[in-house]
C-alpha cells in the first residue's frame, strides 16, 4: 500500500538575483566644446598659445608676445576638447548696467573696446547652427566613432570676428562720473559668478562672449578675467565691460577657464561629455591619427591632459629639466631613459602622470625616443 501524505505545498525557489561586483567606471575625464583663440595678422590668423593680462602669447617657434591693445581684435573658434579635470561656476549673473568712463584710463579702455557688427544676421544662425552639428555624438554614442568622425576637416566652423575688450574688475579706471543717474540706458554689462575647483589651479584666465541685441542688429562682445588660483573655496569675481551700445539687450553667453592656454571643461561647456580616463586617451590618440593620416611626426605630450602637478604649479621652472623617454607605438611611457641622470620627484612623478601621443610614420604609429621640457606646458 501507498501511503499518500499531504502537507504544505512549497512554493518554486525565487530566481536568485545577480550581483555584479563590478564598480562602475570612473568617469572623471570630459570631452567638450571649446574655443581656440586668434589673432588677425592680415589675412593670417595667429593661434593663441595662451593670455597672459593683456599679452598675448602667439603660438610661433619665437613666441611673440603682443599687447591686445596694439592689435585690431581677437577671432575665436569653436573647437572640440579634451580635459582631466572640471571647473565649476555658480551663480553666473550678467546684468546690464550704466558706467561712465574717466580718468586716465579713458583713452586707454577705448583703445581697446568696440563690439564688432554682426551685420548679417544669417551668419549669426549660420554659427549657432554649426554649433549643433560640431558634435557628431549622441549620449549612447561610441567613443571611438566620435574620434573617428572628428577628424580635422570636420572641426572647422565658421569664424566669428570679435573687437577686442577689456575685461575690468576694481581697476580704478571705470565709474560713475558725479551727476550720473542710476535710470541711465544701460551701456555696460557687469558679470558676476563663483569659480571653483576640486584640483589646485594656480593661473586660471577666464574668457566670455556675450550675443547682444541692438537697434542695429546683433553684436558680439567679449570679456577676459586673469582670475589666479583657482581652489575649492569658491571665488566671486566681478568684471564691468563697458563700451557697448546704449539700449543693448543680452541674447545669450558663453564662459570658458583656462590655465596656461589649456582649456577646462566646466559646468556650462556645450556638448559636454563626462568619460574615462581610457576613454579620453582613445579619443586624442584616434583624432591624432585622423589628423596625420599620411604624415610623419614625433610622439609628444598630450597638454590638454596634463597632470596635475602641472596645473598646480607656480613657476615654470620647478619642470625646467629636459628629459628623454621611450614612448611605445600606442602611446604608453615605456621607460625614462638615462636613469644615471637623478630627476627632481616633482618632475619624475609629473612625466609618469603624462599622457602621449606616438610617433606616425606615414601615419601609421611606431615605438620612438622623445626628448622634452616639461617646463614647454607654462608656454612662456
Not at 551663480?91 to 568696440?114: H, K, M, P, V, W
Not at 556650462?268 to 591619427?289: G, I, M, N, P
Amino acid at each position: 500500500m501507498v501511503a499518500l501524505v499531504f502537507g504544505p505545498i512549497s512554493a518554486p525557489a525565487a530566481t536568485p538575483v545577480a550581483v555584479s561586483s563590478r564598480a562602475a567606471p570612473v568617469r572623471d575625464h570630459h570631452l567638450f566644446v571649446g574655443i581656440d583663440l586668434f589673432l588677425s595678422d592680415g589675412t593670417e590668423q595667429l593661434k593663441i598659445n595662451k593670455l597672459e593680462g593683456e599679452v598675448a602669447i602667439l603660438d610661433t617657434l619665437e613666441k611673440k608676445r603682443i599687447n591686445l591693445i596694439q592689435t585690431s581684435g581677437l577671432r575665436w573658434k569653436m573647437a572640440t576638447k579634451v580635459s582631466s579635470s572640471i571647473v565649476t561656476i555658480d551663480d553666473l549673473e550678467l546684468a546690464e548696467t550704466f558706467t561712465n568712463l574717466y580718468g586716465e584710463g579713458r583713452d586707454r579702455i577705448s583703445n581697446q573696446l568696440g563690439v564688432q557688427l554682426m551685420a548679417d544676421q544669417n551668419l549669426d544662425r549660420a554659427e549657432l547652427s554649426a554649433r549643433e552639428g560640431l558634435l557628431n555624438m549622441g549620449s549612447t554614442g561610441s567613443i571611438t566613432d566620435a574620434g573617428q568622425d572628428l577628424g580635422a576637416e570636420n572641426q572647422s566652423i565658421i569664424d566669428q570676428a570679435v573687437a577686442l575688450q577689456g575685461s575690468i574688475s576694481d581697476s580704478g579706471m571705470l565709474g560713475a562720473a558725479p551727476g550720473d543717474s542710476a535710470d541711465q540706458v544701460p551701456n555696460a554689462i557687469e558679470i558676476t559668478f563663483k569659480i571653483s575647483s576640486a584640483h589646485l589651479i594656480m593661473d586660471a584666465h577666464v574668457f566670455g562672449t556675450v550675443v547682444i541685441q541692438t537697434e542695429a542688429g546683433i553684436r558680439d562682445a567679449i570679456f577676459h578675467e586673469h582670475v589666479g588660483k583657482v581652489d575649492q573655496t569658491p571665488k566671486k569675481i566681478t568684471i564691468l565691460q563697458p563700451g557697448l551700445p546704449s539700449g543693448f539687450e543680452i541674447k545669450q553667453s558663453t564662459i570658458h577657464v583656462f590655465n596656461h592656454g589649456e582649456e577646462f571643461a566646466t559646468n556650462h561647456s556645450e556638448k559636454h561629455y563626462e568619460l574615462t580616463a581610457s576613454e579620453a586617451v582613445e579619443f586624442v590618440r584616434l583624432d591624432h591619427q585622423g589628423n596625420h593620416r599620411r604624415d610623419s611626426v614625433p610622439a609628444q605630450p598630450v597638454w590638454p591632459l596634463a597632470p596635475r602637478e602641472l596645473h598646480a604649479a607656480t613657476h615654470s621652472r620647478e619642470f625646467d629639466f629636459p628629459v628623454t623617454v621611450k614612448i611605445s607605438a600606442t602611446g604608453e611611457l615605456q621607460s625614462i631613459e638615462g636613469d644615471e641622470l637623478i630627476l627632481p620627484h616633482n618632475v619624475r612623478e609629473a612625466v609618469e602622470n603624462m599622457t602621449f601621443l606616438p610617433a606616425l610614420e606615414a601615419g601609421q604609429p611606431r615605438e620612438s625616443i622623445l626628448t622634452f621640457n616639461p617646463a614647454d606646458f607654462f608656454k612662456e
